[in-house]
């Protein structure tokens, strides 16, 4: 099966959840279609907050697995692609670096870029292109990832990684690499720094000692993107988990009225602390989840 890119910007007319479906014309169908049951890379063009902007990335961001491809009921000239394993990356991973190009499409006869190409939304991609940019993406080992240092940035005086000696990261993205990632991005996203209690502590090697919290869980096919992350410490993660808080969808902190007395000991907020930039926020639809499925309210 081919592999795809999906080209996704932050102000597209397409109606995107974007680690849950991608929107597409009818025009890219038989390419989607083709992919379904495999993986996809993310890529954000250079405009990206409106037609005339140009604070794009120009770069590769995340990874996801089509699942299913069913048609738009309000326009039938397009259709939805259903995402799991929905994952950014740890580095973002920009379309060129030098004269390499990560997508040989992009790329002229006389070196130079194709920018008709990028005019393709939807763009399919050979399997070592692919590779190569997971690998990037990925940055650290899993080895290197333990350290929790978040100081890894890509750099692009460096070639290409090579493309056969990470396996893992190469044909699938696995658990552990993505808790790993998971867990860096979220607390990126919060300073390292509990949402809940505004706690923040560094161990003796100053590795944070907050965690990364699924809102919507894994196990149950929540992804692994920012938005549906909390930093947490583990007494208040062990909390949430288990349904005796919740948030509400105006990020107020909700306590079971079951636990009141034991929940009152904690230095819990009224209203958590949110990431600064808006699209790492919680979203509403992961809160809804939580609040359904896991909020002992009573």
């Given at each position: 099966?081919?592999k795809?890119?999906?080209t996704?910007?932050?102000?597209?007319?397409?109606?995107?959840?974007?680690?849950?479906?991608?929107?597409?014309?009818?025009?890219y169908?038989?390419?989607?279609?083709?992919?379904?049951?495999?993986?996809?890379?993310?890529?954000?063009?250079?405009?990206?907050?409106?037609?005339?902007?140009?604070?794009?990335?120009?770069?590769?961001?995340?990874?996801?697995r089509?699942?299913?491809v069913?048609?738009?009921?309000?326009?039938?000239?397009?259709?939805?692609?259903?995402?799991?394993?929905?994952?950014?990356?740890?580095?973002?991973?920009?379309?060129?670096?030098?004269?390499?190009?990560?997508?040989?499409?992009l790329?002229?006869?006389?070196?130079?870029?194709?920018?008709?190409?990028?005019?393709?939304?939807?763009?399919l991609?050979?399997?070592?292109?692919?590779?190569?940019?997971?690998?990037?993406?990925?940055?650290?080992?899993?080895?290197?990832?333990?350290?929790?240092?978040?100081?890894?940035?890509?750099?692009?005086?460096?070639?290409?990684?090579?493309?056969?000696?990470?396996?893992?990261?190469?044909?699938?993205?696995?658990?552990k690499?993505?808790?790993?990632?998971?867990?860096?991005?979220?607390?990126?996203a919060?300073?390292?720094?509990?949402?809940?209690t505004?706690?923040?502590?560094?161990?003796?090697?100053?590795?944070?000692?907050?965690?990364?919290a699924?809102?919507?869980?894994?196990?149950?096919?929540?992804p692994?993107?920012?938005?549906?992350?909390i930093?947490?410490?583990?007494?208040?993660?062990?909390?949430?988990?288990?349904?005796?808080?919740?948030?509400?969808?105006?990020?107020?902190?909700?306590r079971?009225?079951?636990?009141?007395?034991?929940?009152?000991?904690?230095?819990?907020?009224?209203?958590?602390t949110?990431?600064?930039?808006?699209?790492?926020?919680?979203?509403?639809?992961?809160?809804?989840?939580?609040?359904?499925?896991?909020?002992?309210?009573s």
């Amino acid at each position: 099966m081919p592999k795809v890119v999906f080209t996704a910007s932050d102000s597209s007319i397409y109606d995107d959840v974007r680690d849950r479906w991608y929107h597409f014309p009818n025009m890219y169908l038989k390419s989607v279609c083709e992919a379904v049951g495999d993986q996809v890379v993310f890529y954000q063009p250079r405009r990206n907050s409106g037609p005339t902007s140009a604070d794009g990335a120009q770069a590769y961001f995340a990874a996801a697995r089509v699942v299913n491809v069913r048609p738009d009921p309000n326009r039938p000239d397009h259709h939805f692609a259903d995402l799991a394993e929905y994952m950014e990356f740890d580095l973002k991973v920009p379309f060129k670096v030098g004269d390499h190009y990560w997508e040989s499409f992009l790329r002229k006869d006389d070196g130079s870029t194709n920018k008709g190409a990028f005019g393709h939304s939807v763009r399919l991609i050979p399997d070592v292109e692919f590779s190569a940019i997971i690998a990037a993406g990925l940055g650290p080992s899993i080895e290197e990832a333990r350290s929790e240092s978040d100081e890894h940035r890509f750099d692009p005086s460096l070639p290409a990684p090579p493309l056969i000696e990470r396996p893992t990261a190469t044909t699938t993205i696995t658990r552990k690499i993505r808790d790993v990632a998971f867990r860096r991005h979220v607390r990126i996203a919060y300073a390292n720094t509990c949402a809940i209690t505004g706690l923040r502590f560094f161990d003796r090697k100053g590795r944070p000692e907050v965690q990364g919290a699924h809102i919507w869980p894994v196990e149950e096919n929540g992804p692994d993107s920012v938005r549906n992350g909390i930093a947490m410490t583990a007494t208040v993660h062990w909390l949430f988990d288990r349904g005796l808080i919740s948030i509400g969808d105006d990020f107020s902190i909700l306590r079971s009225a079951k636990h009141h007395d034991a929940l009152a000991s904690l230095p819990l907020r009224d209203v958590m602390t949110v990431p600064e930039k808006i699209s790492d926020r919680p979203h509403p639809t992961y809160l809804e989840w939580h609040r359904v499925n896991r909020f002992n309210e009573s």
